[in-house]
């Protein structure tokens, strides 16, 4: 018969001081087949442990319960203690009696210590049905994919690239760069944007190691740390960038314009168009949807016919282009190419969104005076609209007076709960940017209030009132159009306690960062979780923060939440540093909590094929039946099989079906004992 060690952790106050450990000492020690119960003030500690090794080496004990807290974190821990002391080290269960006991009960010492009972009762349950098992290994592929490849994205590309790793570096843009691409200038050392990044795009788009993959949408992700399978959508540019020089030329032949998403929409671009002037690749791309020549005919297959002559009619980029990379001839798959990559671990970075002005009625979005700081940020870059001179596109003006509102659905119950933790400081730069144009121009922030936590930005923000920046304390109610295109603003100022009126030119709004667009879809797609704000969930915040829950995938920057660029940055190299760990050693070990069908029982039913999400089931025929069989390297034991298979003929080790209902009914009569039943 096993048997069981029950150790209780006292996590110094955190358990101890909602939970009486007596109780639950005495509670456990009355279980049936438990030898040993044992109680510390932290178990995970050298001396906590090795009470735990103690007792495995004088063969007390050959199975363990560790009462104390979350098996995220430590349950690695004390598998390493029973390897340390001898024994297999999956014959460890846990007991998380503080995060979901003692944290939640603090002001129920007595409900807490039943319900500490009642969880290791259920813990002792399943420990007597623990079975040994053996770790098994991967093999790595050395290489990885970088999904985003803005500062963040580029800069985790370039750090494996330069370990010698190849990388995919995927963006769904022609040109790498991001968001970053689109400002003006960086606090707090106002740094102008494109002359920092250029260089790292160049670097990026011409290191050996390093594939691009712009234009492209992740189409599928397969397999498990060591052997992600990644289908690649390479979207239908309509050029060959084989042949393209990036020379601009069709651009400019190019007779139709459409509003630029890369200029927030306040500009125009052609319908053949090359990103932005610093683009890295630097190649165009057809709007298929918006040229005037192919709108309606399939590329290659239905020229344009001259009216009068009936001769194929070139377009005037085809016309224009000297390389032939502007062929209408060719008979383009508007739906691109799909390629398929073989890689070891992957790293997401997929960016932010600036939040979208319109749901703001009681702002005026619909005034073209009233912007988002995204969009000032392209009036005040020398390659935006206005190149570079502070002017409202509604009559070309230099505006007298300049009103920021911070918080724009960011801390607001109504859109997004969190801070988007950027904005007090973009629009303290932008404050100083236009003082710094236009000296005379008037300039008010309306804050909440200043979050300015970051190096050099509390000096930042001086200097900024310093320049004649007036900063007023209080939420905007309304923003009012006025004739002669002027705006009023309405605000309380909490200072002087009562409301206050500002007429101005421009009104610039700061916009909340939001997750991207089809962040929930890649998440699906990836395995990996988004928080309830809609940004991708670190493993642990404080402890894993660029890991996700699926191994071998790991977060960097705005996609797991707002964040400024040298933060972005440093996040960016931690997860190349974490996603390098793997491809280093070449293999990984692998949990051996995966799923195995047993032959007799499975029916062929087939009712698990498309339910697992990692593709690891076959049906296989054997001679005149058919079964189902598992692969193990692709398992990742999540359980869905085992749940669904109406045979029960799937085991999931580690959480067997005698297990679960062994737990179950630990819990429920003790239930039934604590109500008398
Ligand atoms: S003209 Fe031809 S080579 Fe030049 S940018 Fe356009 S497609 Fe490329
Ligand atoms: S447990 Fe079953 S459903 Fe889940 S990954 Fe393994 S085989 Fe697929």
Redesign the pocket.
């Known amino acids: 018969m096993p048997k069981i060690g029950v150790y209780i952790c006292h996590c110094g106050e955190n358990i101890a001081g909602a939970i009486n450990i007596e109780e639950v000492r005495a509670y456990a020690a009355g279980l049936p087949d438990v030898k040993v119960v044992r109680d510390y003030l932290f178990m995970c500690s050298d001396p906590g442990q090795e009470l735990i090794k103690q007792d495995l080496k004088e063969d007390l004990v050959d199975r363990v319960v560790v009462a104390a807290c979350t098996p995220r974190t430590h349950e690695p821990v004390f598998r390493k203690t029973l390897e340390d002391g001898g024994l297999n080290k999956y014959l460890v269960e846990m007991a998380n009696i503080r995060d979901q006991d003692s944290w939640v009960h603090w002001n129920d010492k007595d409900g807490a210590t039943r319900k500490a009972e009642k969880l290791i009762g259920s813990a002792v349950a399943k420990a007597f049905l623990l079975e040994p098992l053996r770790e098994r290994f991967v093999e790595v592929t050395r290489a990885s994919l970088v999904i985003g490849a803005g500062v963040t994205g580029m800069f985790a590309a370039l750090d494996l690239a330069e370990m010698g790793y190849k990388v995919y570096l995927v963006d769904r843009n022609p040109s790498v760069g991001g968001n970053m691409a689109k400002l003006d200038r960086t606090f707090p050392t106002n740094d102008c944007s494109a002359c920092i990044l250029t260089p790292v795009m160049v670097q990026v788009g011409n290191h050996p190691n390093i594939e691009l993959l712009t234009f492209s949408e992740i189409e599928s992700v397969d397999g498990s740390i060591g052997n992600f399978k990644v289908k690649v959508r390479r979207k239908q540019t309509y050029?060959?960038w084989n042949?393209?020089?990036?020379?601009?030329?069709?651009?400019k032949?190019c007779p139709h314009e459409v509003a630029d998403e890369f200029n927030q929409g306040m500009y125009n671009r052609k319908a053949?168009y090359?990103e932005f002037p610093q683009a890295v690749p630097?190649?165009?791309v057809v709007d298929a949807a918006h040229c005037l020549n192919c709108a309606g005919r399939d590329f290659g297959t239905q020229p344009r016919l001259h009216s009068k002559t009936g001769e194929p009619v070139a377009a005037p980029?085809e016309k224009?282009?000297?390389?032939?990379?502007?062929d209408r001839s060719v008979a383009y798959n508007p739906r691109g190419e799909v390629v398929e990559l073989n890689v070891g671990t992957i790293i997401t970075a997929a960016g932010f969104k600036a939040m979208d002005k319109h749901p703001f009625k009681e702002y005026s979005p619909e005034s073209p005076n009233v912007i988002t700081s995204l969009e000032l940020e392209r009036l005040l870059a020398a390659t935006g609209p206005t190149q570079g001179e502070l002017k409202r596109l509604s009559d070309g003006k230099t505006p007298d007076t300049v009103a920021f509102i911070s918080c724009v659905g960011s801390r607001d119950k109504h859109h997004h709960t969190y801070c988007s933790k950027v904005c007090c400081m973009y629009m303290l730069k932008e404050a100083r940017l236009v003082k710094r144009k236009c000296p005379d121009t008037n300039v008010f922030i309306f804050f909440i209030d200043v979050r300015t936590g970051g190096k050099d930005f509390e000096e930042y923000y001086n200097y900024c009132r310093d320049l004649g920046v007036r900063v007023i304390r209080g939420r905007v109610g309304a923003v009012d159009e006025l004739s002669g295109d002027r705006l009023r603003v309405r605000a309380y100022d909490v200072d002087i306690a009562g409301p206050v009126e500002l007429e101005s030119d421009l009104v610039v709004l700061a916009t909340a960062m939001e997750p991207p667009t089809g962040l929930k879809e890649l998440a699906r797609k990836l395995g990996v979780t988004c928080g309830a704000e809609g940004f991708l969930k670190e493993a642990h915040t404080k402890l894993y923060p660029v890991e996700t829950s699926v191994r071998g995938i790991y977060i960097a920057g705005c996609v797991q939440g707002p964040k400024d660029i040298p933060e972005s940055v440093s996040q960016a190299r931690a997860a190349s540093s974490a996603a390098a760990i793997p491809l280093t050693l070449g293999r990984v070990a692998v949990d051996p909590l995966t799923s195995e069908i047993d032959q007799e029982k499975c029916s062929g039913c087939g009712i698990c094929v498309p339910l697992c999400p990692y593709s690891a089931i076959k049906i296989i025929s054997l001679g005149e039946i058919l079964r189902a069989r598992i692969d193990e390297a692709l398992c990742a034991g999540c359980g869905v099989c085992a749940a669904a298979c109406p045979s029960r003929a799937v085991k999931l080790h580690g959480f067997t079906a005698e297990q679960i209902e062994a737990q179950i009914e630990a819990l429920t009569i003790a239930a039934g004992d604590a109500s008398g039943a």
């Open positions: 050029v060959d042949r393209c020089t990036g020379c601009g030329d069709c651009v032949a053949v090359i630097r190649k165009a980029c224009t282009c000297k390389t032939g990379a502007c």
